[in-house]
């Protein structure tokens, strides 16, 4: 109990290689992860079905005051997981041949993190790679924004960020920069059939976008079509228009 409290912070996450999963959706998508959930702490008369469904991990049962020092919301689920860190080295990820990986490019609100890994995956994502100095994606509020999607596809953590576009267009990806400013427009990608190749998003800033440098390395910067009178969309909704875009182009 006294290591998953302390799982809050990020630096004792990175030097055990552990994480919280709180709620019976992230704990049962866990749970499907073999080798994935070290513990469990839950209340005596919650989630028994979870519980049966993988009866060779711990199960601990807790106080709903146990609860509250886990949990990071207002009104607890019943069930946290103590889960391994599942990044894989980008090389590994590349290596599957993915036809569609989202680019997380210093995106600090764990909010957005999440939601990002969670639009990949709706979009049939092979991958995410989240780099330059981006939140901890084992960050609680994103665990929780990834609806268990951060147990159904391959995440990489790369701290340098040209170095990873490189890598990504080493490997065959075309890679766009959704940028407000870009030359394409959405939609002409659509038409052009830019989108029917391997591509991989590439996603900025929440407040200030893609750094100038980093916009340049790639193949093409992409604008979504604005056609009412909003300034702009929030990350999350642009990240989701753009790969179910490249979605769409692959069916």
């Known amino acids: 109990m006294r290591t998953a409290r302390r799982l809050a912070r990020?630096?004792?996450?990175?030097?055990?290689?552990l994480?919280?999963?709180?709620g019976p959706q992230a704990v049962r998508e866990a749970l499907t992860v073999p080798g994935c959930v070290r513990e469990v702490f839950a209340l005596p008369d919650r989630h028994a079905d979870l519980r049966d469904s993988a009866p060779e991990v711990p199960w601990h049962l807790?106080?709903?005051?146990a609860i509250a020092v886990l949990s990071e919301t207002v009104q607890p689920q019943g069930v946290v997981a103590v889960c391994r860190t599942l990044d894989v080295p980008l090389a590994e990820l590349l290596a599957a041949s993915p036809r569609l990986v989202a680019v997380c490019a210093d995106i600090r609100d764990p909010g957005n993190a999440g939601t990002v890994i969670r639009c990949a995956d709706a979009a049939g994502a092979q991958g995410v790679v989240v780099t330059g100095e981006s939140v901890d994606v084992y960050n609680g509020k994103a665990v929780r924004a990834s609806a268990g999607s951060l147990f159904h596809l391959p995440v990489a953590v790369r701290t340098e960020r040209s170095s990873t576009v490189r890598a990504l267009q080493d490997a065959g990806l075309t890679v766009l920069a959704a940028d407000g400013y870009g030359d394409v427009d959405l939609d002409d990608a659509v038409d052009s059939g830019l989108l029917a190749g391997r591509t991989a998003w590439l996603f900025g800033n929440e407040?200030?976008?893609?750094?100038?440098?980093?916009?340049?390395?790639?193949?093409?910067?992409?604008r979504i079509p604005i056609h009412g009178r909003a300034e702009s969309l929030n990350l999350a909704t642009a990240a989701a228009v753009c790969l179910y875009a490249s979605a769409r182009a692959h069916r």
């Open 10 to 17: 990020r630096a004792y996450r990175a030097e055990h290689g």
């Open 207 to 222: 407040a200030w976008g893609l750094p100038t440098e980093l916009a340049e390395l790639a193949d093409h910067r992409v």
């Open 19 to 22: 994480f919280l999963a709180e």
């Open 62 to 65: 807790v106080e709903e005051g």
